[in-house]
Nanobody
């Protein structure tokens, strides 16, 4: 019903920057919260940053001041600008949205992207 495609991951040195993008497509009626989560090897998936449709944001303490989440509602796209990257930021980053499909406009569903690898070398 709703598909998410992520891009922008890769390998970067400590202190470098990357920008992740995630675009939603398919049978979309409305998109509410958009977020990025990450999962490092052997660890639980954690919320990195989230943004509401009205652009209210929240961040994990570990990324405050370094990462910025934004969205383009016209393009159904969410971005994560990551600056001053650290080795501990190494993880698979997943896009997550809460959306209502056209087939069920009064019901919200969670959708996940396939994940994109971010590796920060020391």
């Amino acid at each position: 019903q709703v598909q998410l495609v992520e891009s922008g991951g890769g390998l970067v040195q400590t202190g470098g920057s990357l920008r992740l993008s995630c675009t939603a497509s398919g049978d979309i009626f409305n998109i509410y919260t958009m977020a990025w989560h990450r999962q490092a090897p052997g660890k639980q998936r954690e919320l990195v940053a989230a943004i509401t449709r009205s652009s209210t944001t929240n961040y994990a303490d570990s990324v405050k001041g370094r990462f910025t989440i934004s969205r383009d509602n016209a393009k159904n796209t969410v971005y994560l600008q990551m600056n001053s990257l650290k080795p501990e930021d190494t993880a698979v980053y997943f896009c997550h949205v809460v959306a209502s499909p056209g087939s069920s406009p009064s019901v919200d569903f969670p959708y996940w992207g396939q994940g994109t690898q971010v590796t920060v070398s020391s």
